[in-house]
């Protein structure tokens, strides 16, 4: 398979390519005073009571990708599995609406409540290219899904806002593991089976938003793309005595334009062309590859990059006009609108499987 970069001088300059390298010095310099920064963050206050809905917040140490979006939506099935009313609250990295406030989006036939905060406004559905762009990459997968959702900077308005206008019994939090001053029931820790702190180099030298002593304020550890269940070696003394718990990535199901089944394409004789604009484009090409596809190229984006129409057409010339195109959930919404109304063009749902999701959320139920 051939790797396609089209990575932007901003994405270039943070992963210290090429002439950038010159940057390190300067940029390690900035990694120590970021480092004490993060050494005095505050320990969470406990949300521990019995008013209100479950706080479960979601995220990792490292900037971008391990899983987060996944792990949400696997939550949130397995708690709507069981009974309970789970939303969601996500920043919306990306979208405009929280430029001046926040969004407020849920499934067709809920009432919004009692009124929305100066600056909020309800999404009123239809195209998930819009909603991406107004909402967020993440957002679109919860719409999807048909959970309620707050899309909005400031967590704990996003929170009293979901919770006023559809009372759940679970609010989770995507990406707040960083957000040390929200309180939270249950505070959930990703780490990547494979290399779970990265290149133990924090920001901007690498790619640590914390040190590898934040796992102490975790609640449980989920070890992702895991092919066993062994602790690596050096997150081993980091998470002593903590719940443990293991997670894959699995191919869910190749869907079209319309909804329809992927594999109605056809792919015989055809080239299969993958493309993404996320923070580990490694991981969806190794899925695409698990799932059965033999793709000849992959063309990689910044995360969360915006596409572009000379952006499809590059891919086309580079790939062929006849070939399929496979993309990622999250960046479908994106590129539906742009690609030729008779180009192939498909997207490859994933899930999270937990091992022992019941043992998870025992502490929230």
């Not at 940057?23 to 521990?48: E, I, K, Q």
């Not at 609250?89 to 009432?111: K, M, N």
């Not at 290149?199 to 609640?219: H, K, N």
């Not at 969806?284 to 915006?306: C, K």
Request: aromatic fraction near 8%.
């Amino acid at each position: 398979m051939r790797i396609v970069e089209h990575y932007t001088r901003r994405m270039r300059i943070f992963m210290g390519r090429g002439g950038w390298s010159l940057l390190g010095p300067l940029r390690f310099a900035l990694s120590v005073f970021y480092g004490l920064y993060a050494r005095m963050a505050p320990t969470p206050a406990s949300h521990a009571t019995a008013a209100g809905p479950k706080i479960i917040s979601v995220g990792n140490i490292e900037v971008g990708g391990g899983g987060k979006t996944p792990c949400v939506l696997a939550i949130a099935s397995a708690l709507m599995e069981r009974g309970m009313r789970p939303a969601v609250v996500t920043g919306g990295y990306g979208g405009r609406a929280t430029r001046e406030g926040g969004a407020l989006a849920l499934p067709g036939g809920v009432d919004g409540g009692p009124g929305l905060p100066e600056g909020y406004v309800m999404w009123p559905g239809g195209e998930e290219s819009e909603a991406a762009r107004e909402l967020g990459d993440e957002a679109v997968l919860y719409i999807r899904a048909g959970i309620p959702l707050a899309v909005d900077r400031d967590r704990k308005r996003g929170i009293r806002t979901v919770s006023e206008a559809v009372g759940p019994t679970h609010v989770i939090l995507d990406d707040a593991y960083h957000r040390t001053t929200l309180p939270k029931d249950l505070d959930i820790l990703l780490l990547d089976a494979e290399n779970p702190f990265a290149d133990g180099r924090l920001l901007p030298y690498g790619t640590l938003r914390e040190p590898e002593s934040s796992v102490s304020r975790a609640g449980a550890v989920i070890f992702t793309r895991s092919n066993d269940r062994s602790v690596p070696g050096e997150a081993a003394r980091y998470v002593k005595g903590k719940p443990v718990f293991f997670a894959r990535h699995l191919p869910a199901s190749l869907a079209g334009r319309g909804d329809e089944r992927g594999e109605e394409a056809g792919f015989g004789g055809v080239d299969v062309a993958l493309f993404s604009g996320i923070a580990r484009p490694e991981s969806f090409e190794r899925t695409a590859i698990e799932y059965g596809l033999d793709p000849a190229v992959s063309f990689r984006f910044d995360d969360h990059h915006a596409y572009t129409p000379q952006d499809i057409e590059e891919m086309i010339e580079e790939a062929g006009a006849g070939s399929v195109f496979v993309t990622t959930e999250k960046d479908w919404g994106k590129v539906t609108g742009l690609f030729p109304e008779g180009a192939k063009l498909l997207r490859l749902d994933m899930k999270m499987e937990i091992e022992g999701i019941e043992e998870l959320l025992k502490p929230v139920m």
